[in-house]
T-cell receptor, first 114, second 115 residues
Framework: GENVEQHPSTLSVQEGDSAVIKCTYS??????FPWYKQELGKRPQLIID?????GEKKDQRIAVTLNKTAKHFSLHITETQPEDSAVYFC?????????????FGQGTILTVHP | DTEVTQTPKHLVMGMTNKKSLKCEQH?????MYWYKQKAKKPPELMFV???????INESVPSRFSPECPNSSLLNLHLHALQPEDSALYLC??????????????FGEGSRLTVL
């Protein structure tokens, strides 16, 4: 089955800095890679996703890059703000099989200091 | 309506109790999921229902019993739980296998404490 590794486990930045979180996956059949943000006591919420036929996707201050050959993908947050502080989970899966089963990374606790 | 609604939000039960968690969505999604999440850990998949049929059971102990009465509702029946089962139980839905954006919509979760 799929295995997703996520690094770092904690990340501390100053407001305005950039933050980068990296994930690797093992199953070359995976073709869908979402990123979820989970604030304390809240539900995980999708912030951005990328499919395997795309190398990069941006949405305002958030971008995700995918390297299929190396089987890794990264989340980039620019101009970080204190409200970006949360746990971030990457995930990988195959949209066409297994009823959308996603394998999650272990999570990154991001802290943005004002 | 892009909401997945879970009840109750909090539940405390003894090891001999029987209780149920409920999940509801009205987005027309045909795939529904139960996840278990411990503090600061990723969600762990428990069950997947597709078109009201159980499609995936991730080797979950029989003290957890899922039920999908119709395409909008998903229940998780709990019986004889152990203290280590204390966790946040998340319900999620998706538009269906092989269709849609692939986005999982999560409910707010039911925080379960087993005494």
């Amino acid at each position: 089955g799929e295995n997703v590794e996520q690094h770092p486990s904690t990340l501390s930045v100053q407001e305005g800095d950039s933050a980068v979180i990296k994930c690797t996956y093992s199953d070359s059949a995976s073709n869908y890679f979402p990123w979820y943000k989970q604030e304390l006591g809240k539900r995980p919420q999708l912030i951005i996703d990328i499919r395997s036929n795309v190398g990069e996707k941006k949405d305002q201050r958030i971008a995700v890059t995918l390297n299929k050959t190396a089987k890794h993908f990264s989340l980039h947050i620019t101009e970080t703000q204190p409200e970006d502080s949360a746990v971030y989970f990457c995930a990988g899966g195959n949209r066409g099989t297994s009823y959308g089963k996603l394998t999650f990374g272990q999570g990154t606790i991001l802290t943005v200091h004002p | 309506d892009t909401e997945v609604t879970q009840t109750p939000k909090h539940l405390v039960m003894g090891m001999t109790n029987k209780k149920s968690l409920k999940c509801e969505q009205h987005m027309g999604h045909r795939a529904m999921y139960w996840y278990k999440q411990k503090a600061k850990k990723p969600p762990e998949l428990m069950f997947v229902y597709s078109y009201e049929k159980l499609s995936i059971n991730e080797s979950v102990p029989s003290r957890f019993s899922p039920e999908c009465p119709n395409s909008s509702l998903l229940n998780l029946h709990l019986h004889a739980l152990q203290p280590e089962d204390s966790a946040l139980y998340l319900c999620a839905s998706r538009s269906g296998p092989q269709v849609g954006t692939g986005e999982l919509f999560f409910g707010e979760g039911s925080r379960l404490t087993v005494l």
